[in-house]
Antibody, heavy 120, light 110 residues
Framework: QVQLQESGPGLVKPSGTLSLNCAVA?????????WSWVRQPPGEGLEWIGE???????NYNPSLESRVTISIDKSKNYFSLKLTSVTAADTAVYYC?????????????WGQGALVTVSS | SSELTQDPAVSVALGQTVRITCQGD??????ASWYQQKPGQAPVLVFY???NRPSGIPDRFSASSSGNTASLTITGAQAEDEADYYC?????????????FGPGTKVSVL
């Protein structure tokens, strides 16, 4: 069973950098899957942030691209999210998710989510 | 990039049928996938590519699409189906492929 677990600070100061890790268990992060980050502000809908492949290839949401970096650590089987210059609008539950692969553009496994609050 | 639109909310009587729709240009090129989200929980994939229901999802969930519109139908809605439902698809209209989510439809089972 594939399991994903987000971790990182739950509170970030405005203008600071949000950093989260997603630990993957039950699957290799070097498999033929893309790995994504999705966020959800309180009471709002889902927003896709970006994705990474084990080769290091990435795609980002154009609305966040200038502030986002997603990286991967194959030795530790996790991937990471960094979001710079954060504001209160970046307060959200951040989910990591696995894309199913095999040509299917779907998220088949999700982490439980991590709430990150941007506040001084 | 293109957007996906959904009705904000729908209600259905217990045991009746409800259809949730999703519209967007990306759906002319890519299949929609559908996610159910209950309060405080992560989204769960309930249907994808018109014919695929993940293991463990009841067969009262089905989907279809035509042109730029995708639909998720719950036939014989149960109380546990009350949730937010999000459609999602790939979008390659920009410089590189991305994903887009619809704004979500809140389904209330009366």
């Amino acid at each position: 069973q594939v399991q994903l677990q987000e971790s990182g600070p739950g509170l970030v100061k405005p203008s600071g950098t949000l950093s989260l890790n997603c630990a993957v268990a039950g699957a290799s992060i070097s498999s033929r899957n893309w790995w994504s980050w999705v966020r959800q502000p309180p009471g709002e809908g889902l927003e896709w942030i970006g994705e990474i492949y084990h080769t290091g290839s990435t795609n980002y949401n154009p609305s966040l691209e200038s502030r986002v970096t997603i990286s991967i650590d194959k030795s530790k089987n996790y991937f990471s999210l960094k979001l710079t210059s954060v504001t209160a609008a970046d307060t959200a539950v951040y989910y990591c998710a696995r894309e199913a692969g095999g040509g299917w553009d779907i998220f088949d496994y999700w982490g439980q989510g991590a709430l990150v609050t941007v506040s001084s | 990039s293109s957007e996906l639109t959904q009705d904000p909310a729908v209600s259905v009587a217990l045991g009746q049928t409800v259809r949730i729709t999703c519209q967007g240009d990306s759906l002319r090129s890519y299949y929609a996938s559908w996610y159910q989200q209950k309060p405080g929980q992560a989204p769960v994939l309930v249907f994808y590519s018109e014919t695929n229901r993940p293991s463990g999802i009841p067969d009262r969930f089905s989907a279809s699409s035509s042109g730029n519109t995708a639909s998720l139908t719950i036939t014989g809605a149960q109380a546990e189906d009350e949730a937010d439902y999000y459609c999602n698809s790939r979008d390659s209209s920009g410089d590189h492929p991305i994903y887009v989510f619809g704004p979500g439809t809140k389904v209330s089972v009366l």
